[in-house]
């Protein structure tokens, strides 16, 4: 370890941890985008009306189409005999089942009053399987807030998925996340032309699509969020490469160049397959960045993707972090993208919402990364802020995308330049 | 156990946070657990608010069950208190607070504030939103309502406006004209912008106004007891309503029931030619009972629609639904169960559905226009503009709103004569919609058609089928429908062109 502490970034910056009220979603909300996801998987949340209600309002709008999720609601009498309860379940499954024969991979996940009642949901999934398989795999996790924090729940939906996986000593490499097709059709393309054919995605589109796994299996996250996703992976031999996050032109290109040299790509072949892309990213990342460049930033904790994005916007826009919240902050997973951020930023790990609003007033940012039970309120204050949430739900990963994610944030400046009738 | 897609309600303490949020000077402290927070998103997304609701969410993590969630909830409502100085704190648990009976209202009282505290009972389990509103201000009203000499001037409270209501906003304002006309000045609005000391002389009015039954009837009936104060039954929704409100009101107060109607336009823009069309179009209105019934009376009397379908998703007025609904003669719906609306609706093949947030998806996948008439609500049910329900300017809104989605009365006409013109068809949609009109693609006659289309023991003889197709679209069902149940009544199994037309001189209305 270099005792340059500077070229270290924030490494080791001290975190600040904080108890308090969390403006948070619980990891239901990772249903959401999982269940557009995987095209024949159906999220059963065991819970309770505030929990069929947090997935109506995150959604935002509802979905068009009979949704592939819905919430068994737990009514008084199954608090009253578990054992009921466990019927009634097995009764709703069996329903839904046969109205929708065309799912074939069940989640049953985990609430926080399921999780207080103690209903053992790994044991119904069990149980479930014995009557449903091999038509339908079903498996269980935990959404509650309890447990999990937003984002968390993905990470809890695709542990559960690595164990049931088959085995496999090819060598391959794994790309782990859930990406909107079109990204991950973009980073296959990327890996294809640096001559790494052998790629498999999880969580996949179909269960058919489903990868096979060994110690010959390297794989690499795509998202910040997926440490017990690792870990279950490392359980079953896989090899973590460790990179950054591939947002932004740069953290594509050094995610990319881990890949390269674990895989001993040549340089003449790394160039040849990013140099175009990566400089249509830099190009489109340069637009916005005139509006970002030398603005403060204050980002409320959300999504775990903070410290990545914190990077981008510093070292890609020019943009002056000033504190960062993050649900949790793994130093394993996040070491790289700690080392390239630039040291300044207080670091803060949980939330003490109350206390957080204080130093923001005091800190008047620029620009405010938050959810959406606070922008509004913070916006009438007369700051401005972007949702924290369109950064899960919009395609922002890889070199096409980076200046959709640049633009995320010079929107709301831009906006407030628009309607002060100044516009830059 | 029963699997929900979609709700129509949430749970009892986003009710309760719906009354918090209307307020001012209170603040509800939730023993609930991270991710409950998602509530403050529909207030402030949804309705745009600009502040936080005032609501302390205790937010309690797994690791928090093993050890002390008591404290934590204490902590909680101390550090609350003492940041926004409430006049009143108002506590309550969540869904999984409600399991591990940390008992709120006992720990908050326990902790020795220096203001009023009132604990709510939300069983979770059992109740939905709704439920949850009124039993929080019933709750407020009773811990801080108490008797006392009424106002010089004649005076009413307006009761039952909650956050996130529908419209709720604009009818307080049309109301308080309306009365101000009268000569009736309100005492005090609640929960609307109402502070707890405002509730502490809600006994000073001579009677009550219930705008909302759903949210507001308890804590009416519980005034009308120990304040002796009578409050009003008709809810104001219609040109009709609003007149027998007037007459309510004046029976009580001793004061004319006669106001300027110098803005009221709905009824010669219901009796002007251009709205004959309008006549007998079969409409079926899902909602909360209040808006439910008050719009089936205003689709019936003052617009002229036939009402083929009527429901609610809240059981606590299912009484008042099913006795409206006998009075135009449908079988009543109560039920929370989407999918169960989506199959009435396509049953009753209606015309125009008048509804929720939900109900206009099931108009989109049926391809029936909509118009919403009740929460829940969608950010664009919130609108800029003054968009009242209630009094003379909410007769005018309603009016607007139904018919906007519906074909123009000329247009019709043109259609159903120019229906063959390729550019004209029937696909291309209203002229007054936003949508872009699209060239039918003609495709050369078949060589063969085949030869019969059955549904059930029914067929329909190709000849048959090309003239329902000629039909213009907003009446193509209802077509298909009766002819087919001519038909069966008939023994009828081949239906011919000659079937069509015996069909449609049948229905005719």
């Known amino acids: ?424 | 156990m029963k699997l929900t897609l979609w709700t129509y309600e949430g749970p009892p303490h986003v009710g309760a946070m719906r009354v918090a949020t209307a307020m001012k000077g209170v603040h509800l402290v939730l023993h609930a657990p991270q991710g409950d927070t998602y509530a403050d998103l529909l207030f402030t997304m949804i309705e745009r608010r600009d502040h936080r609701p005032p609501v302390t969410f205790t937010t309690f993590q797994a690791s928090d069950l093993g050890a002390d969630t008591a404290t934590l909830f204490k902590n909680a409502a101390r550090d609350a208190h003492a940041r926004f100085k409430p006049q009143a704190l108002i506590v309550g648990a969540s869904c999984t607070a409600e399991l591990i009976q940390d008992d709120p209202g006992g720990l908050a009282k326990a902790i020795g504030l220096d203001c009023p505290v009132i604990a709510l009972d939300l069983p979770s389990y059992s109740r939905k939103e709704t439920f949850g509103a009124d039993e929080t201000f019933h709750a407020l009203v009773r811990a801080l309502a108490v008797p006392m000499a009424r106002t010089e001037a004649i005076t009413c409270n307006l009761l039952g406006a909650t956050a996130l209501g529908f419209r709720h906003r604009d009818d307080v304002t049309e109301i308080t004209r309306l009365l101000a006309q009268m000569g009736v000045t309100v005492n005090v609005c609640a929960p609307l912008g109402a502070t707890p000391d405002d509730l502490k002389r809600l006994g000073q009015a001579h009677f009550n106004v219930l705008l909302y039954p759903e949210t507001g009837e308890s804590a009416a009936r519980l005034l009308e007891k120990t304040c002796g104060q009578p409050f009003t039954k008709v809810v104001p929704i219609g040109v009709g309503a609003t007149r027998d409100f007037l007459a309510e009101v004046a029976a009580i107060t001793g004061l004319s029931a006669q106001v300027d109607e110098t803005g009221l336009r709905q009824p010669w823009w219901s009796a002007s030619v251009d709205s004959t069309y309008l006549t007998g179009k079969r409409v079926f209105l899902f909602g909360d009972a209040t808006h439910v019934i008050a719009a089936a009376r205003v689709a019936a009397r003052e617009i002229g629609f036939t009402v083929v379908g009527m429901g609610c998703y809240n059981r606590e007025q299912a009484r008042a639904l099913r006795s409206a609904a006998a009075l135009y003669g449908v079988t009543p719906l109560i039920t929370d169960d989407y999918l169960e609306v989506e199959a009435a609706i396509a049953a009753a093949t209606p015309e125009l559905i008048l509804g929720t947030q939900m109900e206009r998806h099931i108009g989109k996948r049926l391809g029936i226009p909509c118009a919403v008439i009740s929460a829940p609500v969608h950010v664009q049910d919130f609108p800029a503009r003054y968009s009242p329900q209630m009094g003379w300017e909410g007769a005018n809104v309603l009016f607007d709103t139904w018919v906007h989605p519906l074909v123009m009365g000329l247009e019709e006409h043109l259609l159903t004569m120019f229906r063959e013109d390729f550019e004209f068809h029937d696909a291309a949609g209203a002229s007054h919609h936003g949508h872009k009109a699209t060239a039918r693609v003609e495709t050369p006659e078949p060589v063969k058609l085949p030869e019969v289309t059955t549904k059930g023991t029914i067929r329909w003889l190709p000849d048959a089928e090309r003239e329902l197709k000629k039909i213009p679209f907003f009446v193509r069902n209802t077509a298909r429908r009766n002819t087919e149940s001519y038909a069966v009544a008939r023994g009828v199994e081949a239906i011919s062109i000659d079937t069509l037309y015996e069909a449609k001189a049948h229905y005719a209305r």
């Open chain 1, 1 to 424: 370890m270099s005792l340059d502490a500077p070229s270290l970034g924030c490494t080791d910056t001290p975190v600040l941890k904080e108890r308090g009220q969390r403006e948070v979603f619980c990891g239901l909300t990772g249903i959401i985008w999982l269940h557009r996801k995987m095209q024949d998987a159906f999220f059963l949340v065991v819970g309770s009306r505030t929990c069929a209600h947090l997935l109506q309002s995150a959604a935002g709008v509802m979905i068009f189409a009979e949704p592939r999720f819905g919430t068994a609601i737990l009514e008084e009498k199954d608090l009253a005999g578990l054992a009921d309860a466990n019927v009634e379940l097995d009764r709703e499954v069996a329903r839904l089942l046969a109205r929708r024969p065309d799912i074939r991979q069940l989640f049953l996940v985990g609430s926080c009053p399921s999780e207080v009642i103690k209903l053992d949901l790994a044991r119904a999934a069990e149980r479930l399987n014995g009557q449903h398989a091999p038509h339908v795999r079903v498996y269980n996790y935990s959404g509650s807030g309890i447990e999990t924090t937003f984002t968390q729940g993905e990470d809890a939906c695709l542990a559960a998925m690595v164990p049931t996986l088959p085995a496999s000593d090819a060598a391959e490499l794994l790309v782990v996340g859930a990406l909107p097709d079109v990204v991950e059709d973009q980073c296959q393309s990327l890996l294809t032309a640096m001559g790494i054919t052998s790629v498999r995605f999880l969580p996949a589109r179909r269960a058919s699509d489903l990868p096979a796994i060994g110690a010959n299996t390297r794989f690499i996250l795509t998202q910040p969020f997926l440490a017990d996703t690792a870990e279950a992976l490392e359980r079953r031999g896989a090899r973590r490469i460790a990179a950054p996050f591939p947002f932004g032109e740069e953290g594509t290109t050094l995610w990319l160049q881990a890949v390269a040299d674990v895989y001993g790509v040549t340089p003449a072949t790394f160039d040849a397959a990013t140099a175009a892309p990566r400089a249509r990213a830099a190009k489109a990342v340069a637009a916005h960045a005139a509006t970002l460049r030398g603005k403060s930033l204050f980002m409320f904790p959300d999504s775990q993707m903070e410290i990545p994005l914190a990077r981008f916007l510093a070292r890609e826009c020019g943009m002056t972090p000033l504190e960062i919240g993050t649900p949790y902050l793994h130093r394993g997973l996040m070491g790289p993208d700690l080392a390239l951020l630039p040291h300044g930023p207080a670091l803060i790990e949980g939330q003490d919402v109350d206390a957080q609003l204080d130093r923001h007033a005091g800190l008047a940012p620029d620009l405010t990364v938050c959810g959406l039970g606070l922008a509004n309120p913070l916006e009438a204050k007369g700051h401005s802020t972007k949702w924290a949430i369109e950064l899960v739900f919009t395609p922002v990963h890889f070199y096409e995308q980076a200046g959709d994610l640049a633009g995320l944030f010079s929107r709301p400046l831009r906006r407030k330049a628009l309607l002060k009738g100044d516009a830059a």
